[in-house]
């Protein structure tokens, strides 16, 4: 974490771009550039700045945007709802997908089925989530009108309405993610039922049910939950934008706001959540391996 | 992905790609891919001679005319030619991705050939890699470009940087493998140098499974560079590019959808085609992983 935050704090220092130019103007002189320069502490030299930035981050402190004069955590804290309702909701529905999908493809090794599972998993690899989203707003809002073109509704305002909101965007953004959680599902399925204690649950006369969910997948389990964990980068990735074509007020919109205006505080600010938040993930992840396979110990 | 390129190592050369050939022969998937993939290279060189106009060409009284004779893709909200502008877009994506393949896979190389076998570098850029890991790539590469010029160098820059970890971790996989093998040891018993035995013992069995991870960081790359010119941190917009031609129609795309589907249908196809080809190297390279993956 402690390198996370130094990387990104020297990325954005090291490269050239200077908001106090921005902030100032067409019309502003040297003079004036250089009294912003200054009231920003941006001409201080860089370990004084780290330093500083990274005091104030152990304070639960993100820095004041350039632009809006508002803290980042006040303008992160207003946009987070709509980024985690998004992401957590695809998180659920892709799992809920891809580990079936993934399980049934391996039951089935070289079927058709089988074969239509790849077949998507690849095609999810391919299309990227923009163009998927469009095609989604497309087919299923314009030319079907059976949801909401963009927009976000609070949870608050009724699961219903919240939901339909969510349907499209979920879609758009867990397709990729089911492609790959079902490909590694069905692969490391296909590892464990090739073991011989899967062959003694067979033959002792197990319903090829129970032998599939009780005995096979929980062994599997590892490499899943492992790429479950991985491809969060995937689903943030995806989110910012997701979040630019329906239309929805998160972190992802304000992310790409923030690029625009170069408003350094925001855009370290946002990195460090979403780093912060994936590594935390993947380190439950770690954590998820002692239930699955006893053996490991930390 | 490491423990599968592990397995993924040939054996010895000379079986290995009549073996390659082979199974080439037996993934008509595989072959597609490498055929799409060849005619989009062909229409990226030959985009001014594929009946295309001055894709920067503005005829204001002609804005977003659906496809038609005239305009074959329609044309957009300043009356410039959309099929011209998709197919110099090619140029863009292409060069992305097999400029940034190339790159991160030279420098991963490079770095994960050192760090595997020299052990006090390895602790050292093994953390800074898990730091950049541990920022998801499309953001590591947006960050990188907020903070840049937009221009097709800095994007490929970006992406490279945020690919280049994994191709680490890759590599000095495998040369952690590969250097406690026997020939490995006898070279080093017989007092051969170290850079020679990076590069004529170990660099030749890092080959094949590199070759597969390139193709993959390549469509990755043309995924990414779209991403970012469609949230406008990518490509300039005096260059035509598949993800700033769709950024572009965002706000219209409920009047001229097409603006969208055209540049998106090529983006997609070129991304699988790359997929495929990649899919069917790894199970060239590797038969036992064929029926599983």
Redesign the interface.
Known sequence: MAVVAFVVFSLLYLTPGDPAAILAGDAATDDDIRRIRAKLGLDEPFFVRFGGWVWALLHGDLGTSIFTNLPVTHLIGQRIEPTVALTLCTLLISVAIAVPLGVIAAAKVGTWVDRAVMAFSVLGFSVPVFVLAYVLIGTFSISLDWLPVQGYRPLREGVWQWFRHLVLPSTALGTVYIALIARITRASMLDVLAQDYVRTAQAKGLSSRAVLLGHALKNAAVPIVTIIGIGIALLIGGAIVTETVFAIPGIGRLTVDAILRRDYPIIQGVILLFSGAYVLVNLAVDMSYMYFDPRIRY | MTAIAIDALPKSESPTWRRFRESFRRHPTAIAGGIVLLLMILIAIFAPWLGSVDPQAVTPIRRLKPPSAEFWFGSDMLGRDVYSRVLYGARVSLTVGIAVALLSTLIGLAIGLVTGFVRWLDAIVM??M???M???????A????????ASVENVIAAITLAEVPRVVRLVRSLVLTLRDQPYVEAAVAAGTTLPRILLRHILPNTMAPLLVQATYVC?SAM?TE??LS????GTPPNIPSWGNI?AEA?SL??IA?YL??FP?IF??LT??AV??LG?GMRDALDPRLA???
């Not at chain 2, 947006?142 to 010029?149: E, G, Q, S, Y």
């Not at chain 2, 469609?230 to 941190?233: K, L, P, R």
Request: charged share 15%; aromatic share 4%.
């Open positions: 953390r800074i898990d730091g950049l541990s920022i998801p790539p499309v953001l590591l947006i960050a990188l470009m907020a903070l840049t010029r469509a995924i779209a991403i469609f949230i406008g941190a769709m965002r795309f409920q959808g969208i589907l998106g983006l997609s991304v699988l997929n495929l899919d029926r599983r993956m």
